[in-house]
């Protein structure tokens, strides 16, 4: 902070205060929530049971996790011993009055672990506090449905407001105190902070995604499908399952794994930051980025309290009230973006303006806004109910299962594709700001550098501001997201409880706004990944450089075998990744199926005040779901840990640097083709469910038509809560682990009997791992 200007300084602080500004803003929200009506004493019995399980799963997982988050903080301590410290590193502490490189090293040691556990335990308080406010919700929005839609909306949205504004908060404050300590060392400790949250975010998608799934698919195949049962019957003994399910999976897993994101776009915008300013001696480079996410906090503290409709009983729409809350955001970011930008890089620069002027940062940071609201598009055309392809998938129905699959399929790859050609156009406006116009001849004579390593530096640190202004209306993506699970719990609250037809309209409206906000969010999500993938690939080139300037050289090359198979193993382990994740979803839904066929088998779907009759036991299958999710948690994290290393020790950096580029390209495409192809199966099915009964036109529910929309939106279901979301944090998972890794592949690159060892246990380990995962564990399960 002492090379700063004061203005800087004042900004950076100014930054730290909004970020625990967006944090008492949660709480106030919580306040007002809390002051809610939860409604009748059946109700709120309904609603104990899903907190109680929800609250069960949690803990649980929590211990799971805990011993692994001490096993990698002491090895992300041990890890900084391996590689001497960087010059700005050496420099900062120097300047501290810590000059001896002994103890330099184990300060910056020290830090990493600390900003590890630091973004691990963010990240879980993300995910644990908002699922409970979400569950706090639910019960809350079936209450006051009773009573207005816009009173629901409201309650709804706010609920979902507070996770949104505590990934908002916690990330910011995260990322700027770590600058406020370490000044231009903070890169060491930057990369901790965001493992420490990707990883923590890993486990609660993919935990919360068999969870739910596996509840949900089970629920459907044997209530609906076999038994003719409404979607939240509450004779159906996976129901509360289900229900809790919504929370773990859709508010604990995507808060994490948004916030994750959050984290890592400013992880890798400050390292590609300071790379700048190394190099052109402006600091703008490393302090705009968090200018920006202060910004983006203040936007959505506003925008998000303006959404509402009017008071009405039924009838407003609630998906035009969220969109316009978040281009209100977008506009006020944009706005507030140009003007901080002209003055902090213009006018309190005067003639020491930096290299390119002060509007390509701004202009790459507004193209990332645009970005969010370009997916956000074409999400909601492919997977919205007014949409095309969703009234495709509906038309196709008449041929049942088969041809409502195939016609899902069809929408989910083309979909995949728009969405890349959308992110590949993106990053083309980061390369046309940072060339056209741009000349880096006096900057290569001044640092004696090749102009085209600058340019690349320069269109990397654009890609990265584009990803930060993508997540920069975080609030409103992350509220957006958690109003769905909120309103489809209240749902389900509302059908078990016997509201009125009144209210139960109001919470179907709210529902199905609610599943294309959450295929919305996914898409932002996954785009968000790419691009913050694509910025820790320039980080990733940026350490090697500073390591060996020669280990790349001659770019990453795909015509040398070595990177080719790099390559080709990074596209094959989304794939083997998300097999696994939908194979776990598979079993444990078996196992639930069983149980709920048991159920039925012994009276509960009898009369009630008959003999016979017995009621649904609800434990069984929430602890079913429970330890499903819980014995995939390892395996499925040693595969996105352990290839990256085995890569980089036998095949060289270059070749780490092609698994990456292969990942991400294979990553991205299959996490959409499954997220979209889930999300458009299952407003599809919601099509059908609306249409009034007719059995001779084989219309409504029960119909053979309705059979087969339940039949694609079960298929649908692992595809765009389990395996689909749970690329984004293995893909950034995989990328961290390889820019932690890349200095030490580069150092200690010759094979010798130690390495062997070492990558023995490894490939142990995978094997371990896979067959884990494929495992029968029915007595673990079960």
């Avoid at 649980?60 to 002491?74: E, S």
């Avoid at 919504?246 to 776009?265: K, L």
């Amino acid at each position: 902070m002492q090379d700063l200007t004061s203005f800087e300084q004042v900004g950076i602080y100014a930054v730290l205060a909004i970020s625990l500004l967006g944090l008492a803003y949660a709480v106030f929200l919580r306040q007002q929530i809390l002051r809610e009506d939860k409604g009748t004493a059946r109700m709120q019995e309904i609603w104990g049971w899903i907190r109680d399980g929800a609250n069960a799963y949690l803990g649980r997982q929590l211990r799971a996790i805990l011993p692994l988050i001490v096993v990698l903080t002491v090895a992300l301590f041990l890890s900084v011993y391996i590689i001497p410290p960087t010059s700005e590193a050496v420099e900062h502490f120097a300047k501290l009055g810590v000059t001896d490189p002994a103890a330099v090293t184990l300060w910056i040691a020290f830090a990493r672990a600390v900003a590890f556990v630091m973004g691990a335990g963010f990240s879980l308080t993300v995910g644990q506090i908002g699922m409970r406010m979400a569950v706090e919700g639910n019960v809350r929005v079936a209450a006051e449905a009773r009573k207005s839609f816009a009173g629901a909306l409201r309650i709804a949205y706010r609920s979902g407001t507070i996770t949104g504004m505590l990934t908002d908060g916690l990330g910011l404050f995260g990322g700027t105190i770590i600058f406020i300590f370490l000044g231009k060392a903070a890169p060491d400790a930057l990369l901790g902070f965001g493992f420490g949250g990707t990883l923590l975010a890993l486990f609660m998608r993919v935990g919360g995604g068999i969870y739910t799934k596996a509840a949900d698919v089970g629920a459907d195949l044997v209530g609906k499908v076999e038994a003719g049962l409404e979607e939240d019957d509450p004779r159906n003994a996976a129901v509360i399952a289900d229900l809790v399910g919504d929370n773990v999976g859709d508010c604990a897993g995507m808060a994490a794994d948004i916030f994750e994101s959050y984290e890592v776009t400013i992880v890798s915008g400050l390292i590609l930051g300071l790379a700048l300013t190394a190099m052109t001696g402006h600091s703008e480079w490393f302090v705009f980025p968090l200018l920006v996410r202060g910004i983006g906090v203040v936007s959505s503290m506003i925008s998000t309290y303006l959404v509402k409709t009017p008071e009405k009983e039924a009838g407003g729409d609630a998906m035009k009230a969220i969109s316009q809350g978040f281009l209100y955001a977008a506009a006020m970011s944009a706005v507030m973006f140009t003007i901080a930008g002209w003055y902090y890089m213009s006018v309190v620069a005067g003639a020491n303006e930096i290299p390119g002027g002060w509007l390509r940062p701004v202009l790459a940071v507004i193209s990332g806004v645009v970005l969010a609201i370009l997916i956000e598009r074409v999400t909601e055309y492919f997977t919205g109910t007014h949409g095309q392809p969703v009234k495709d998938i509906v038309k196709s129905m008449r041929g049942g299962p088969a041809t409502t699959i195939l016609s899902g399929m069809v929408v989910g790859k083309e979909s995949a594709v728009w969405s890349v050609l959308t992110i590949a156009a993106t990053i083309f406006v980061s390369i046309l700001i940072f060339t056209v116009g741009f000349d880096y001849a006096p900057l290569a004579a001044k640092t004696g550098m090749d102009v085209k390593v600058i340019q690349i530096a320069f269109v990397l640190y654009g890609v990265a501001m584009t990803g930060i202004g993508m997540l920069t209306l975080t609030g409103n993506n992350v509220a957006m997201d958690s109003f769905g699970p909120i309103s489809d719990n209240a749902n389900g609250i509302g059908e078990m409880a016997g509201l009125d037809e009144k209210a139960r309209r109001i919470m179907t409206d709210l529902d199905a706004v609610g599943n294309t906000t959450k295929a919305i969010t996914k898409g932002v999500a996954i785009g968000s990944a790419v691009i913050a993938a694509v910025a820790l690939f320039g980080s990733f080139i940026t350490d090697v450089s500073k390591v060996d300037p020669l280990a790349l050289a001659n770019g990453i090359r795909v015509s040398v075998p070595e990177v080719f198979i790099g390559m080709l193993l990074g596209g094959a382990l989304p794939w083997m990744f998300s097999s696994l994740a939908i194979n776990a979803v598979n079993r444990a839904a078996g196992l639930i199926v069983d149980e709920v066929r048991r159920q039925f088998r012994e009276g509960v779907l009898e009369p009630v005040g008959s003999p016979k009759h017995k009621a649904p036991d609800y434990r069984q299958a929430v602890s079913i779901s429970t330890a499903a999710a819980q014995k995939e948690l390892g395996s499925l994290s040693v595969l996105s840990v352990v290839p990256p290393i085995l890569v980089g020790m036998f095949l060289g950096v270059e070749a780490l640097g092609g698994f990456l580029a292969g990942i991400i390209l294979s990553g991205q495409l299959l996490a959409v083709y499954m997220s979209n192809a889930g999300g458009a199966w299952d407003n599809a099915k919601k099509l059908i469910e609306d249409e009034p009964r007719d059995p001779k036109q084989n219309m409504g529910k029960h119909s053979e038509r309705h059979k087969a929309a339940v039949v694609g939106d079960t298929v649908g279901d692992p595809l765009k809560d389990t395996a689909g979301p749970a690329l984004n944090p293995m893909i950034k998972v995989v990328n961290l682990v390889s820019v932690i890794v890349a200095p030490v592949v580069v150092v200690y690159k010759e094979i010798n009997w130690v390495t062997i060892l070492i990558g023995l246990v490894l490939v142990a380990s995978l094997v371990w791992a896979v067959w884990r995962s494929k495992s029968d564990a029915t007595s673990e399960i079960g």
